[in-house]
């Protein structure tokens, strides 16, 4: 956890000793890995002990128990980040199990049923998506903060939400169908920024990764559900539309980025959105 960087035999991005909430660490059920999951792993592997944390129990114990095979560290937490208590019961449970909370990432996303008959969809499930995509984000936002405030040293605490570049762009032609993801998405920005300002006094940082195409269980069912579109499919048509050609990545660069993020490395770096999406947003 020292800062000193520039010791020659310095460990990169040494997260040991910390304590990192993971919210999302589940999956999606298919093949193939979700980010949250790729972080929850990445994290364990530099050090860190992870709160595991997902509304469906058999995708987190599962991940829990590959960071245990690795020889990492971890344990699950179930819970729904639409309800309030869920999300206070999350930071209450790390915070007696481990005694502290020194990373945050809010990696959860849903993209409530849309009817493209009559191009609507219910208000139950709107909200259900703004209050997964963002609700749940500024209740943990403000819970793991709230933990991070008791640590002492000069980096107390990296807190690191999960955007998405629908909340700042059109790629692909989408729909309203998209509306609870992409304005939970741009409310997940804002959180970030207000955040920031209020507890850099204290020492903590809170950071937005924007995702761009990421290969991931979810990502390859939404394009199936709101576009049609298979996972091939969906490459092919990244290619198509965004110039640059970058096609998708993997989960694991946006681990890397999240990893980076928690780390003492970027302790400079605060209400930031940091773009990972193959420079999607940049030509078109
Ligand atoms: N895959 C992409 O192309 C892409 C692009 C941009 C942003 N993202 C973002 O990456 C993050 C992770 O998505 P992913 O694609 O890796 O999918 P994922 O399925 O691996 O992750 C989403 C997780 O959230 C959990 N979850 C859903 N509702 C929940 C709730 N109410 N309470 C607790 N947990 C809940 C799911 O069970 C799942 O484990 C999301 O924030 C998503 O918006 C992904």
């Known amino acids: ?16 000793g910390k304590v990192v909430v993971v919210v999302g660490a589940g999956q999606s059920p298919g093949p193939g890995m979700g980010n949250g999951r790729a972080i929850s792993l990445l994290a364990a592997r530099h050090g860190a002990e992870v709160v595991a944390v997902d509304l469906n129990p058999a995708a987190v114990k599962e991940t829990v128990e590959m960071i245990l095979a690795e020889g990492g560290n971890a344990y699950a937490v179930e819970a729904d980040v639409a309800e309030k208590d869920d999300c206070q019961r999350i930071f209450d449970t790390a915070m007696q199990t481990s005694g502290r909370v020194d990373g945050m990432v809010y990696s959860v996303a849903t993209n409530p049923p849309f009817d493209f008959e009559t191009n609507s969809m219910t208000v139950e499930n709107f909200n259900r998506g703004i209050n997964v995509n963002m609700l749940g984000c500024y209740h943990c936002t403000l819970f793991a903060a709230q933990c991070m405030e008791r640590n002492s040293g000069d980096t107390t605490g990296s807190i690191v ?26 409310g997940l920005n804002q959180i970030t920024e207000i955040a920031a300002v209020q507890y850099a006094p204290a020492g903590i940082r809170v950071n937005t990764l924007m995702l761009g195409p990421i290969d991931s269980v979810l990502a390859n069912r939404d394009s199936q559900s709101l576009f049609g579109l298979d996972a091939d499919e969906a490459t092919a ?28 490395e970027s302790r400079f770096m605060t209400g930031q959105q940091l773009r990972l999406d193959g420079g999607a947003t940049l030509v078109r």
């Open 1 to 16: 956890m020292s800062t000193d960087f520039d010791r020659r035999d310095r460990r990169a991005f040494d997260l040991s």
């Open 161 to 186: 939400n999960i955007s998405s570049i629908a909340s700042v762009k059109n790629e692909l032609g989408l729909n309203i169908g998209i509306m609870p993801y992409a304005l939970g998405k741009c």
């Open 237 to 264: 048509r990244h290619n198509e539309v965004v110039k640059l050609k970058m096609g998708r990545a993997s989960v694991w660069e946006s681990a890397y980025a999240a990893v980076y993020l928690l780390s003492d």
